[in-house]
């Protein structure tokens, strides 16, 4: 079992509508939670991190950890299509420093 | 530097070749990170330093890779005897402590032929 989860997509949403991405992962303490966004050639990009179980907002993009179920998810409210790219969960272990990535979920958003 | 700065962003070796990559962190961030993307797979963890400590190197593939920090600051990440399996874009990160968010260049194409 590879340690951080994604469905790799591709994800396709409506312009305007709600994008939900998810996340398991498998080290039961990890601690740090991060979504990346990569568009395509390009590097991962930091849009959101979080460490505490619940919800964390911050613009459009909306955060959830829910720790006793080892998921993390990204909500991207009133999607663009310049949010189109593919979306990388990554975690920090409890004995770790470095990110663990998952694969990433690709997303489309149409106009 | 305002972000973290990679060099070359492309480069291509012959099978056999010795090659360096570059990575200058954002100053000041006392960790870095050097990762492995192939495509279509997320980023592969290669090597970590806290300043200029290799703390974990675990990653790292082979013994043909090769890993410095010499200063605490720039690294250089070396591939000997290059393998077309090496054939991908190294990443690296830094950040203001070892568990916090990091922050990526724009990484180096390595193409192998």
């Known amino acids: 079992q590879k340690e951080v989860e994604q469905n790799s997509g591709p994800l396709s949403v409506p312009e305007g509508a709600i994008a939900s991405l998810n996340c398991t992962y498998s080290?039961?303490?990890?601690?740090?939670f991060f979504w990346y966004r990569q568009y395509s050639g390009k590097s991962p990009e930091l849009i959101m991190f979080?460490?505490?179980?619940g919800d964390k907002e911050d613009g459009r993009f909306t955060a959830q950890l829910n720790k006793a179920s080892q998921y993390v998810s990204l909500l991207i409210r009133d999607s663009q299509p310049s949010d189109s790219a593919t979306y990388l969960c990554?975690?920090?272990?409890?004995?770790?420093?470095?990110?663990?990535f998952g694969k990433g979920t690709t997303l489309s958003v149409s106009s | 530097g305002a972000g973290v700065s990679q060099s070359p962003r492309y480069k291509v070796a012959k099978r056999g070749q010795d090659v360096a990559l570059r990575c200058d962190p954002i100053?000041?961030?006392?960790?870095l990170f050097w990762y492995q993307q192939a495509l279509g797979q997320g980023p592969e963890f290669l090597t970590y330093f806290q300043n200029e400590a290799q703390l974990d190197k675990s990653g790292l593939p082979s013994d043909r890779f090769f890993a410095e920090r010499p200063e605490g600051s720039v690294s250089t990440l070396k591939i000997q005897r290059t393998q077309q399996e090496d054939s991908a874009v190294y990443l690296c990160a830094s950040s203001k402590q070892g568990n916090t968010e990091a922050f990526f260049g724009q990484g180096t194409r390595l193409t192998v032929v």
């Open positions: 100053s000041g961030h006392v960790s």
């Open positions: 990554a975690v920090i272990g409890q004995a770790g420093t470095a990110l663990i």
């Open positions: 080290d039961r303490g990890s601690q740090s």
């Open positions: 979080i460490y505490s179980n």
